[in-house]
């Protein structure tokens, strides 16, 4: 579908990322060993990526947009490979101190469940690691976005309504932070996995080489707090976590499942 639109889409794609890099800005990580960009299409944040990163993994889809993107980001730290985004694994590709998208989420729904979208994005993420998503999402006028989707060919694509994604992601993400601000056809998303697995007022089990934690809200007592040093940006909001029947496992790699040093880990080109 974008193989034929990639050059169009190469004139008009600042137009989109300029309504998010200033927020950008202010959620990046200072700096990481490894960042992916799924669904990169012509890089148009890869080369931002690549300021944060020593190195960037960068996958699409489409063949074309690719091809331009190799030739329009001459970062070396920037490898591009013709991939999925599911496709992106834990078992081949490792942990990420920065897992990030840019409105191509959106096109997944028409094949996977949210929940299975996020929760394979969230098990790409490194302890202390960040994941920083934009996405288009279906505004109360329905007419518009679905002009603007076929006006690209993308009339399949299955976008979730704003209120489906905070359902998903404050109950998968707990603590994430939800910009709605954007652009009324965007959300954004940021979280951030704990350095460590949670253990007072939890319980842990072992599945699939994983920890999994389940925390009881009721062993820790309500405290009056101030604002944090890492409150998010005007415009964000900290999404509470559900009562504890309701909230899944955050999954935590555990010491044993090691990436291989960077040399000789991947071979990205």
Same mark, same amino acid.
């Given at each position: 579908?974008?193989?034929?639109?990639?050059?169009? *889409?190469?004139?008009?794609?600042?137009?989109?990322?300029?309504? *998010?890099?200033? %927020?950008?800005?202010?959620?990046?990580?200072?700096? $990481?060993?490894?960042? /992916? #960009?799924?669904? @990169?299409?012509?890089?148009? @944040?890869? #080369?931002?990526?690549?300021?944060?990163?020593?190195? $960037?993994?960068? $996958?699409?889809? +489409?063949?074309?947009?690719?091809?331009?993107?190799?030739?329009?980001?001459?970062?070396?730290?920037?490898?591009?490979?013709?991939? #999925?985004?599911?496709?992106?694994?834990?078992?081949?590709?490792?942990?990420?101190?920065?897992?990030?998208?840019?409105?191509?989420? *959106?096109?997944?729904?028409?094949?996977?469940?949210?929940?299975?979208?996020?929760?394979?994005?969230?098990?790409?993420?490194?302890?202390?690691? +960040?994941? $920083?998503?934009?996405?288009? /999402?279906?505004?109360?006028?329905?007419?518009?976005?679905?002009?603007?989707? %076929?006006?690209?060919?993308?009339?399949?694509?299955?976008?979730?309504?704003?209120?489906? *994604?905070?359902?998903?992601?404050?109950?998968?993400? &707990?603590?994430?932070?939800?910009?709605?601000?954007? #652009?009324?056809?965007?959300?954004?998303?940021? %979280?951030?996995?704990?350095?460590?697995?949670?253990?007072?007022? !939890?319980?842990?089990?072992?599945? !699939?080489?994983?920890?999994?934690?389940?925390?009881?809200?009721?062993?820790?007592?309500?405290?009056?707090?101030?604002?944090?040093?890492?409150?998010?940006?005007?415009?964000?909001?900290?999404? /509470? +976590?559900?009562?504890?029947?309701?909230?899944?496992?955050?999954?935590? &790699?555990?010491? !044993?499942?090691?990436?291989?040093?960077? +040399?000789?880990?991947?071979?990205?080109?």
């Amino acid at each position: 579908m974008f193989d034929s639109l990639a050059s169009r *889409y190469a004139r008009y794609a600042h137009l989109t990322v300029e309504k *998010y890099t200033p %927020w950008l800005h202010q959620v990046l990580p200072e700096s $990481v060993a490894r960042a /992916v #960009d799924l669904g @990169c299409g012509i890089g148009q @944040c890869s #080369d931002l990526l690549a300021q944060h990163a020593d190195e $960037v993994l960068a $996958v699409d889809g +489409s063949a074309a947009q690719l091809r331009l993107a190799r030739t329009m980001n001459a970062t070396s730290s920037v490898h591009f490979e013709r991939r #999925d985004i599911m496709e992106v694994t834990l078992g081949r590709d490792g942990l990420f101190g920065l897992v990030f998208s840019a409105n191509a989420l *959106y096109r997944l729904y028409a094949h996977y469940d949210a929940a299975q979208v996020l929760t394979h994005l969230r098990a790409l993420v490194a302890p202390g690691g +960040s994941l $920083v998503l934009i996405d288009m /999402v279906l505004p109360a006028d329905h007419a518009g976005l679905r002009h603007r989707l %076929w006006a690209i060919q993308d009339a399949a694509a299955r976008p979730l309504t704003r209120a489906r *994604y905070h359902q998903h992601a404050t109950l998968l993400l &707990p603590g994430v932070h939800i910009t709605d601000t954007l #652009d009324r056809h965007l959300i954004a998303l940021h %979280w951030r996995r704990p350095q460590q697995p949670a253990t007072a007022g !939890g319980t842990a089990a072992w599945t !699939g080489g994983r920890q999994m934690i389940r925390t009881d809200p009721r062993h820790f007592p309500a405290t009056a707090q101030g604002p944090s040093p890492t409150s998010p940006p005007p415009g964000d909001r900290a999404a /509470v +976590s559900p009562p504890l029947a309701d909230q899944p496992a955050v999954e935590h &790699p555990t010491a !044993g499942h090691r990436t291989p040093p960077r +040399s000789t880990a991947h071979a990205w080109g």
